[in-house]
């Protein structure tokens, strides 16, 4: 289960626009997971799309431990 993300952190521009990005990403993988069978163009694409959605993921991890590190140390 995942921790909850924080107000501040929502606030933060840069955390939106991964958040989107990533959703973007999500929902395209969907629509190929619903494809019986993948050209080899779309199988590149899904996992090029795979590995961007786990950078994506990662920095907004990154962000929500700088951000939690800031208000515990104030």
């Not at 626009?17 to 969907?30: P, T």
């Not at 190929?32 to 994506?56: F, G, N, W, Y």
Request: aromatic share 2%.
């Amino acid at each position: 289960m995942q921790d909850p993300v924080s107000p501040t952190i929502v606030d933060n521009d840069e955390y939106r626009q991964l958040e989107a990005q990533h959703h973007v990403y999500e929902s395209r993988l969907g629509e190929l997971a619903d494809k019986a069978v993948l050209s080899d163009e779309e199988q590149v694409e899904e996992l090029t799309l795979k590995k961007k959605k786990l950078q994506i993921k990662d920095r907004m991890q990154e962000l929500t431990r700088r951000v939690r590190g800031v208000t515990a140390n104030p």
